[in-house]
């Protein structure tokens, strides 16, 4: 082997031992999980990783807890979703209503809110990892019911999953945003009407 060989090992070395995206975000889970805060010069500790390198992999402080909190918004609407039987807009309805349920009974969540209700309203509300994935995974339902003949809808799939994450988001936080309580009941009546009626010129997929 060559020098020029062997400092090519020895550099590809180095960097496949820097942990991965996918590490940084499964440590971070871990602490939420654990009901700790997410700290980055921790999470660099940990992972035997600098801050500069940290902030490359995943962004700043606030992506990476979208990140997790995407994340374990997946698991929970699969977890909610999984059992529904019904279909077309009853079943929309049906795993939105578990699903917003399960979010707000989550103990990690619960734990993340009380320390911080700020930080957690901005990164949950704004576009972002949370929103994405969170729109994505109703426009595949709202899809497969319309594949399926269950369901049509005026406006794209895609379009008619945004609305519904921002309806969803800002009656299940009422608490967090300045009313008294969460109002998820208030919420499905809204998407009821947005998914429940006919399109009037034919249905977009």
Do not use: C, W
Request: aromatic share 4%.
């Amino acid at each position: 082997m060559t020098v020029d060989e062997a400092g090519a090992v020895d550099r590809a070395t180095r960097v496949s031992s820097v942990p991965s995206v996918d590490d940084v975000i499964g440590a971070a889970t871990r602490h939420y999980l654990r009901g700790e805060p997410i700290d980055m010069s921790e999470l660099a500790v940990e992972l035997g990783m600098s801050r500069a390198t940290l902030y490359r992999r995943v962004g700043n402080h606030e992506r990476l807890v979208g990140l997790v909190l995407a994340g374990r918004t997946e698991r929970t609407y699969r977890e909610a979703s999984a059992g529904v039987r019904e279909r077309g807009p009853a079943r929309v309805l049906a795993v939105l209503n578990r699903f917003m349920h399960a979010v707000l009974a989550t103990e990690p969540l619960k734990r993340f809110i009380a320390r911080d209700p700020v930080l957690y309203i901005r990164v949950a509300t704004a576009p972002g990892p949370i929103e994405q994935r969170s729109t994505e995974l109703i426009a595949a339902m709202l899809r497969e019911e319309i594949e399926a003949g269950h369901l049509q809808l005026r406006v794209p799939a895609d379009v008619m999953a945004q609305a519904i994450v921002r309806v969803a988001d800002s009656f299940m936080y009422a608490h967090l945003l300045g009313h008294e309580q969460t109002r998820i009941d208030t919420a499905l009546e809204v998407i009821a009407l947005l998914v429940d009626a006919a399109p009037a010129g034919g249905s977009f997929r």
